[in-house]
């Protein structure tokens, strides 16, 4: 069955501090492939997004992630986080075309930035 | 703006009172879920929908019901909710290709 992995369940970093988030997904076609974040008490919210070209990609604040397509993985990186970065941060994959209910979600590495 | 409404924000109910939390979009998306999100569960998918008329089970489907009448609406209803229900519940949409848009989601504690 197809599934997302995502190895850190909780991550502490001290401001400052370089952050990556791993994301590792199974699922043999073209995909999809998203960084969705969530600030606490809020819903959530894209961070960035890969559907082709270039695998490294840029979102918004100052996150990145990289497809590397045979390791399955789609890690997501920061090279200096902020006290505002702490929240929750889902990695999902969206297979295509998605003709049915193939999206997946990670189940969520929650991260704690300390000032 | 393109967006997905949800209410309640907060609802506190008692077991077994029917109530139902809407969802609607803007964006013509084809493809609507309701998923939970619990503390260490991460977001379970309760239902879903790929076109008006066309819903089926997600994960944790028992006890709730949807419908999707118009292509814009797909409320959640639960018949007889119980304590094991409170949960954070989010509405989202998306179309073929592209990611899921979610709504604000609706804080549903039931005593």
């Known amino acids: 069955a197809q599934s997302v992995s995502q190895h850190n369940h909780h991550v502490i970093l001290s401001e400052a501090a370089s952050l990556e988030l791993g994301c590792n997904y199974s699922?043999?076609?073209?995909?999809?492939l998203f960084w969705y974040v969530q600030y606490p008490g809020q819903h959530l919210q894209l961070l960035l997004k890969?559907?082709?070209?270039?695998?490294l990609v840029k979102g918004i604040k100052g996150f990145e992630a990289e497809f590397i397509k045979s390791k399955f993985s789609f890690n997501l990186r920061k090279p200096s986080v902020q006290w505002s970065d702490t929240a929750e941060y889902f990695c999902?994959?969206?297979?295509?075309?998605?003709?049915?209910?193939?999206?997946?979600f990670g189940t969520g590495t929650s991260l704690t930035v300390i000032p | 703006e393109a967006q997905v409404t949800q209410n309640p924000r907060y609802l506190i109910t008692v077991t077994g009172k029917k109530l139902t939390v809407t969802c609607s979009q803007n964006?013509?998306?084809?493809?609507m879920s309701w998923y939970r999100q619990d503390p260490g569960l991460g977001l379970r998918q309760i239902y879903y929908?790929?076109?008006?008329?066309?819903?089926d089970k997600g994960d944790v489907p028992e006890g709730y019901k949807v419908s999707r009448k118009e292509k814009r609406n797909f409320p959640l209803i639960l018949e007889s909710p119980s304590p094991n229900q409170t949960s954070l519940y989010f509405c989202?949409?998306?179309?073929?290709?592209?990611?899921?848009?979610f709504g604000s989601g609706t804080r549903l504690t039931v005593v």
């Open positions: 989202a949409s998306r179309d073929s290709y592209y990611g899921y848009t």
């Open positions: 699922y043999g076609g073209t995909v999809n």
């Open positions: 890969y559907f082709s070209g270039d695998p």
């Open positions: 999902a994959v969206n297979a295509v075309p998605n003709t049915g209910n193939q999206f997946y």
């Open positions: 964006m013509n998306h084809e493809y």
């Open positions: 929908s790929m076109n008006v008329e066309v819903t």
